[in-house]
T-cell receptor, first 113, second 110 residues
């Protein structure tokens, strides 16, 4: 596809379980971002990957959150020991390079019960 | 780091009227200011952006103005239509990732 693809689109999990969210960026885009959007709220920055540089993890809310980007393409956001406050829409975006417009996927809606 | 404030949080206009959404930013080094439109169940979509070397940019019914001295920028939508109803976000460059405003829910009444 031409856009950013995220899977799954919806995920319901029990408190304490681990979850993995996947993002396929636009081909050729070197920058990849993860944001979190709580119900009716703005976008909270989580983590940013640019090429081979060390990722900017300054937005990760706790050490239960981690992300990888393999081969400069697909990224996985992992949340360990999920809590109810982790319930939100997790949005991934990619851009051609640092400073170019961001293109967002449609997000993964995570519900922790 | 960058802090972006956006207002109003909700805005209701009659079809055909204009809508204005305003944002302020804190980091004087910020140089890129995009606006995104988010429809229900979808990710934000870029509608217009402006860089700090210009004061205004227009694309059909949408325009953005930037006042670097006052550190604020605005989105103007003219001749609003029901399909303009959505949540709009402004953003500014932070250290390396965009910092977003809290969003404005625009409702265009037919």
């Amino acid at each position: 596809g031409a856009g950013v693809s995220q899977s799954p689109s919806n995920k319901v999990t029990e408190k304490g379980k681990d979850v993995e969210l996947r993002c396929d960026p636009i081909s050729g885009h070197t920058a990849l971002y993860w944001y979190r959007q709580s119900l009716g709220q703005g976008l909270e920055f989580l983590i940013y990957f640019q090429g081979n540089s060390a990722p900017d993890k300054s937005g990760l809310p706790s050490d239960r959150f981690s992300a990888e980007r393999t081969g400069g393409s697909v990224s996985t956001l992992t949340i360990q020991r999920t809590q109810q406050e982790d319930s939100a829409v997790y949005l991934c975006a990619s851009s051609l390079d640092d400073g170019s417009p961001l293109h967002f996927g449609n997000g993964t809606r995570l519900t922790v019960t | 780091g960058e802090n972006v404030e956006q207002h109003p949080s909700t805005l209701s206009v009659q079809e055909g009227d204009s809508a204005v959404i305003k944002c302020t930013y804190s980091d004087s080094a910020s140089n890129y200011f995009p606006w995104y439109k988010q429809e229900l169940g979808k990710g934000p979509q870029l509608i217009i952006d402006i860089r700090s070397n210009v004061g205004e940019k227009k694309d059909q019914r949408i325009a953005v103005t930037l006042n670097k001295t006052a550190k604020h920028f605005s989105l103007h939508i003219t001749e609003t239509q029901p399909e303009d109803s959505a949540v709009y976000f402004c953003a500014g460059t932070g250290r390396r990732a965009l910092t977003f405003g809290s969003g404005t829910r625009l409702q265009v009444q037919p």
